[in-house]
């Protein structure tokens, strides 16, 4: 089955304690994506890749990085996690050409005490 | 990306047809307009996309108005699974990203 698998869907932990929110896709899509969703603000993309070794900043990048070694997966780390950075994160892919939707994985609940 | 314009919340009863309506009178020539739904808390679910021709799928109809300014997103058969967040999104498809407005909140009642 084609899907997006983030790990893990729920944690909880504390402030400063580096975590890493894994990404990983079936469907040998070039481009990646992750975004998070807080109340009244909608989802806003924190970073993105669109092929191996190839990645940007999105609109919020501040206190996250990310790295795409393989097509496959796309890691998202916190290196010092703080609270402001507790939301709903989304993961999400697509093919490289044009007009493709993009497929999004069930998400990850992050809080940080 | 088309800055689009969605009512907040309808309300469809079960098995009639829910019309989900999008202004989008900014939208460039070269962008399509996208439908993704939201349910509870879940990753956004892609629906269906245009340029200008009406699109159907297994999921829904898709109608764009000749001027492009407007589309509707047409369930036709509504069931109490299919309430969501709507969102409808104006982008050239190769953009780096969605852009999610606040989008329709649609309740399917019994």
């Known amino acids: 089955e084609a899907q997006v698998t983030q790990n893990p869907r729920y944690l909880i932990t504390v402030t400063g304690k580096k975590l890493t929110v894994t990404c990983s896709q079936n469907?040998?899509?070039?481009?990646m994506s992750w975004y998070r969703q807080d109340p009244g603000l909608g989802l806003r993309q924190i970073y993105y890749s669109m092929n191996v070794e190839v990645t940007d900043k999105g609109d919020v990048p501040e206190g996250y990085k990310v790295s795409r070694k393989e097509k496959r997966n796309f890691p998202l780390i916190l290196e010092s996690p703080s609270p402001n950075q507790t939301s709903l994160y989304f993961c999400?892919?697509?093919?490289?050409?044009?007009?493709?939707?993009?497929?999004f994985g069930d998400g990850t609940r992050l809080s940080i005490l | 990306d088309a800055k689009t314009t969605q009512p907040p919340s309808m309300d469809c009863a079960e098995g009639r047809a829910a019309n989900l309506p999008c202004n989008h009178s900014?939208?460039?020539?070269?962008?399509?307009v996208y439908w993704y739904r939201q349910i509870h808390s879940q990753g956004p679910q892609y629906i269906i996309h245009?340029?200008?021709n009406n699109e159907t799928n297994e999921m829904a109809s898709l109608i764009i108005t000749e001027d492009r300014k407007s589309s509707t997103l047409i369930l036709p058969h509504a069931t109490l699974r299919d309430t969501a967040v709507y969102y409808c999104i104006g982008t050239s498809g190769t953009a780096s990203k969605l852009t999610f407005g606040t989008g329709t909140r649609l309740q399917v009642t019994l």
């Open positions: 469907m040998n899509h070039e481009y």
């Open positions: 900014t939208i460039s020539g070269n962008e399509y």
């Open positions: 999400a892919s697509r093919p490289r050409g044009g007009h493709q939707p993009q497929h």
């Open positions: 245009g340029l200008k």
